[in-house]
């Protein structure tokens, strides 16, 4: 199971609908790879046909990788399964 970490494209930010994630998401979903995503901002249930998990534990556990936009200090503990784009943790 693929883990997204956050839609949004900058820190503090709560503008997702055309981050890049959502291109790589639709590509993995493709393949038949079960996607969830981990985004607390946002009420609905599931975005693109794949479905939110709002504890960040649980979301961990359940990611064997975790792609991120924007790494944080809260998925810093499972660096090991994070893959970004950002190789200098700047926005």
Do not use: C, H
Request: avoid cysteine; proline fraction near 2%.
């Amino acid at each position: 199971m693929v883990g997204i970490y956050r839609l949004t494209m900058k820190t503090g930010s709560d503008i997702f609908r055309q981050s890049a994630i959502q291109g790589v998401m639709k590509r993995i979903k493709a393949r038949g790879i079960e996607v969830v995503v981990y985004e607390p901002v946002l009420k609905e249930d599931e975005f693109y046909r794949s479905r939110f998990i709002r504890d960040l534990d649980e979301f961990k556990k359940l990611s064997a990788i975790i792609m991120a936009n924007i790494p944080s200090d809260e998925i810093k503990d499972v660096k090991e399964k994070v893959y970004t784009r950002d190789l200098f943790s700047r926005d």
